[in-house]
């Protein structure tokens, strides 16, 4: 706050009498007692010393608060730059961590984007039925939270036929005793692994970011939890901790990636990445291989001879909210 002259007023009210002139303090303002003690001097907010110990606590207070995993993590390199001893040791820490707590082996892989490699994912809208078994194929080999949160990376929307696609009006929590219910169709909304990510953007801590395979990752120990990421995201991809994940022994994958599915702590965003535990290994993403219809398609946008290059050559594809300029890596298609 500054006077009307731009000098900034002070608690001892001596900025304000430069603006204004002296002025006698009020007839109920009480006098400073410890001016009637000798040898100790009334504190003051310009004071440096007081400063310095305020910014270095406030600091303290805001890391520990704001990182994920505490002062430790929040002060370690970005994961760009360790060097391949420092992730070793980062990986060592994290396997027995996970070994204390879940009691089990824990693998977790550190694989790279594979050169040549440009993932790209398909999905028919004329063949999914609703049926939701890729959600929780997806939970389950990723890791999520069962409950308290109960944390889905795919959303099936089910709209009416009638109406087209209707996002208003679309019911992402539908039941049905059967489905595909008569007079309606499905679209699973999951990350679209954007070429022009917002989230990325958005992110302060550079904690998210775009892959040469294509599949946007998160730094799980960078993380800040600000969910600036998720306020940019349009497809509603990104979710939020806000809990201690609730995961028993006998649900864990112990099939992991540093940068996919090891388990999260509170307090951070995750997403879908394809299943970069599995498909940095040569294997389907989980939701592809169980679609009980065939409707997800998966490959190599740069290999003429993949699936999903058929798909793009010979079908009517369309991306989600094209208008956005994200330029999706997930594509929509009508088989007819």
């Not at 998720?230 to 994940?245: E, L």
Request: glycine content about 6%; proline content about 7%; overall charge positive.
């Amino acid at each position: 706050m500054t006077t009307r002259k731009g000098l900034p007023i002070v608690h001892d009210g001596r900025a304000q009498e430069q603006a204004d002139g002296p002025a006698s303090p009020p007839a109920h303002r009480s006098r400073d007692r410890s001016e009637d003690k000798p040898g100790r001097e009334a504190p003051r907010c310009d004071d440096p010393r007081r400063r310095a110990f305020l910014k270095t606590a406030a600091a303290g207070a805001a890391m520990a608060a704001l990182s994920g995993c505490g002062v430790e993590g929040f002060l370690r390199k970005h994961l760009k730059e360790l060097s391949k001893e420092d992730v070793a040791r980062l990986v060592a820490k994290l396997q027995r961590e996970q070994e204390r707590r879940f009691a089990r082996k824990v693998t977790i892989d550190t694989s790279g984007p594979l050169e040549g490699v440009l993932f790209g994912y398909g999905l028919d809208l004329s063949r999914c039925v609703g049926c939701r078994r890729c959600v929780y194929a997806c939970v389950k080999e990723n890791n999520q939270s069962r409950a308290h949160p109960q944390i889905h990376w795919i959303r099936v929307l089910e709209m009416e036929k009638a109406q087209g696609v209707d996002l208003a009006h679309a019911d992402v929590y539908y039941e049905a005793d059967r489905v595909p219910r008569e007079g309606h169709f499905y679209m699973p909304v999951q990350c679209q692994q954007c070429r022009n990510p917002p989230c990325v953007k958005a992110c302060p801590t550079q904690a998210t970011w775009k892959e040469k395979d294509g599949i946007v990752v998160i730094d799980y120990d960078w993380c800040i939890g600000c969910r600036c990421c998720m306020s940019a995201c349009p497809y509603g991809a990104r979710h939020f901790n806000w809990a201690s994940p609730t995961l028993a022994a006998d649900e864990l994958n112990p099939d992991q990636h540093l940068l996919g599915n090891r388990p999260r702590p509170k307090g951070v965003v995750e997403k879908c990445t394809f299943c970069i535990q599995r498909t940095r290994n040569g294997r389907y993403p989980a939701c592809v291989e169980i679609c009980p219809v065939g409707a997800r398609k998966f490959g190599n946008l740069l290999d003429p001879e993949s699936e999903i290059r058929r798909v793009m050559d010979t079908k009517r594809v369309f991306v989600f909210k094209e208008e956005l300029a994200t330029h999706p890596q997930f594509y929509y298609f009508y088989a007819t």
